[in-house]
């Protein structure tokens, strides 16, 4: 039996978070939650990710310190936003 795809969901409304992960579990993922950027670095450190999807506004310099983490580990990752993530992270949003 193949593993789940280990899947890091950045998100800061819980509502939003919840909505998220039930599909995302639904879809055959392994959900791992994180609400703020220092414990997306947390989870990093501790586990290796299929993908990612992560919120986004032009204020959070902390979002981008952890998009630009994951392009670095080379996970590929979907930002969720009003607004287009920097171009380099080659996320769809």
Do not use: C, N
């Amino acid at each position: 039996m193949q593993d789940a795809p280990r899947i890091l969901l950045l998100e800061a409304d819980a509502a939003i978070a919840s909505y998220l992960a039930i599909r995302l579990d639904k879809a055959g993922a392994d959900v791992i939650t994180a609400d703020h950027a220092l414990q997306a670095i947390q989870r990093l450190t501790q586990f290796t990710f299929a993908g990612a999807v992560i919120d986004y506004w032009p204020e959070a310099d902390d979002r981008t310190r952890i998009g630009e983490r994951l392009v670095q580990l080379s996970v590929p990752l979907v930002v969720h936003a009003r607004i287009a993530p920097p171009a380099f992270w080659g996320a769809p949003h």
